[in-house]
């Protein structure tokens, strides 16, 4: 050891050294279907709308810290309900991480599903809050009794729900999740961050809930690069997390771009029909496939479980087709692998090459 890293070692948290850092493989020359990105690009006109808009943003000026005219704009196309404020994030994953440490006083956790979601185990870690995990049924159904259960038990500062589930896709019933916001003594967060692919909301509901924040993204609607994710809540929630939130967490030209495509949301809603529709083509040949168990999606991928998810994995890395390997992921995964869906061209790619492997 050299002394810089004993150095190092001995000043840097245990439970951070611990840790290995979020690995993003590298994509070069692969068929992408790890990410759940929107496989679409955008028409020639609208880049070029955002060329002027991104051109004209003021570089050599930090950005309006609360986005003012950025956030106006998401209420309306988004519908977010009066009495509400909105907190922006550099992508959700930030919001996932400012929430997670106004929250963590000592000796409190937070509550999440699993599997889920990673990034809300992560910013628990990273705030030192303990995360307690509640399994869904083998089916992937919400195990409601064990939530509840364990809101008893350990009474969470926050419960995490990812609406529909990342990596299971399935949404949770209606009862189930009022249910929860009825007993959870603090926060519940709906993450929607697939909502344009599932069609269904809690946002117009958060005037009933006051307990209740509803988080998404622009991420898996298509504008992954840019990073915009936003929260919606009780003015009293907000005011709190907007203390953490890094102060110029926007930068401009995401808030110059987000306000022109904020404009065009009938394209991504078209793209999402689209998406959904190549879905349904692309489950429906992998569930033609013998010993290959597809389960519902109300999001922009697929997950199914093979006689050997690794072996798999390796056989589409073979091919250049990058996806998800669930399989040392939860013991509910075992043997499972995550697709994007992509164009159908790539589908079909996908498809024919796990038909050459099975
Ligand atoms: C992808 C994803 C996010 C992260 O979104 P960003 O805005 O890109 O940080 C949040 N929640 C869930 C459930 C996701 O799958």
Same mark, same amino acid.
């Given at each position: 050891?050299t002394?810089?890293?004993r150095l190092?070692?001995?000043?840097v948290?245990?439970d951070v050294?611990?840790?290995s850092?979020y690995a993003v493989p590298s994509a070069?020359?692969?068929?992408?279907?790890?990410?759940?990105e929107n496989?679409?690009?955008?028409?020639?006109?609208l880049?070029?709308?955002?060329?002027?808009?991104?051109?004209?943003?003021?570089l050599?000026?930090?950005?309006?810290?609360r986005a003012?005219?950025?956030q106006a704009r998401l209420?309306?196309?988004?519908?977010?309900?009066a009495?509400?404020?909105?907190?922006?994030?550099? *992508?959700s994953?930030?919001?996932? &991480?400012?929430?997670?440490?106004? @929250? /963590?006083r000592?000796g409190s956790c937070v509550?999440?599903? !699993?599997p889920?979601?990673?990034?809300?185990?992560m910013s628990?870690?990273?705030?030192?809050?303990?995360h307690v995990?509640?399994?869904?049924?083998a089916d992937?159904?919400l195990?409601t009794?064990a939530?509840?259960?364990a809101?008893a038990?350990?009474r969470?500062a926050?419960?995490?729900?990812s609406?529909?589930?990342?990596?299971t *896709?399935?949404?949770?019933?209606d &009862?189930d999740?009022?249910?929860? @916001? /009825?007993a959870a003594?603090?926060l519940?967060v709906l993450? !929607?961050?697939?909502n344009?692919?599932?069609?269904r909301?809690w946002?117009?509901r958060l005037p009933e809930?006051?307990?209740m924040?509803v988080m998404?993204?622009?991420?898996k609607v298509?504008l992954a690069?840019?990073r915009?994710?936003?929260a919606a809540?009780?003015?009293?929630w907000?005011?709190?997390f907007?203390k953490?939130r890094p102060?110029?967490?926007?930068n401009?030209?995401?808030q110059?771009?987000?306000?022109t495509l904020?404009?065009?949301?009938d394209l991504f809603? !078209?793209q999402?029909?689209?998406?959904?529709?190549?879905?349904?083509?692309?489950?429906i040949r992998?569930r033609a496939?013998?010993?290959?168990e597809v389960f519902?999606?109300?999001?922009?991928f697929?997950?199914?479980?093979?006689a050997?998810?690794?072996?798999?994995?390796?056989?589409?890395?073979?091919?250049?087709i990058l996806?998800k390997?669930?399989h040392?992921?939860h013991?509910?995964l075992l043997?499972?692998?995550?697709?994007?869906v992509g164009?159908?061209?790539?589908? !079909?790619?996908?498809?024919?090459?796990?038909?050459?492997?099975l």
């Open positions: 050891m002394e810089l890293a190092v070692a001995s000043v948290r245990d050294l611990a840790l850092a070069e020359g692969f068929v992408k279907l790890d990410a759940m496989p679409y690009s955008l028409p020639d006109a880049r070029e709308a955002v060329a002027q808009a991104v051109a004209a943003a003021a050599n000026r930090y950005p309006d810290p003012p005219e950025l209420r309306s196309v988004m519908q977010i309900p009495g509400t404020e909105v907190m922006l994030g550099n *992508g994953d930030e919001i996932i &991480a400012v929430v997670s440490q106004a @929250l /963590a000592p509550l999440g599903i !699993e889920s979601f990673v990034m809300y185990r628990a870690q990273a705030a030192q809050v303990r995990g509640v399994a869904l049924r992937f159904s195990d009794e939530v509840l259960a809101i038990t350990h969470p926050v419960v995490w729900l609406y529909p589930n990342n990596p *896709g399935n949404l949770y019933p &009862a999740i009022a249910a929860i @916001l /009825a003594p603090g519940v993450d !929607e961050a697939y344009i692919f599932a069609g909301s946002l117009s809930f006051p307990n924040l998404r993204t622009l991420s298509g690069g840019i915009l994710g936003y809540a009780h003015p009293d907000i005011r709190e907007d953490l102060p110029y967490n926007v401009v030209l995401t110059a771009a987000a306000h904020l404009d065009h949301l809603d !078209e999402a029909r689209e998406i959904r529709a190549t879905r349904r083509e692309l489950m992998l496939m013998p010993g290959v519902p999606s109300d999001a922009n697929v997950l199914a479980r093979f050997d998810g690794p072996g798999l994995m390796k056989a589409l890395l073979e091919r250049r996806v390997n669930l040392a992921f013991p509910l043997n499972c692998l995550r697709f994007t164009t159908p061209a790539e589908n !079909e790619l996908l498809v024919t090459a796990v038909a050459d492997a």
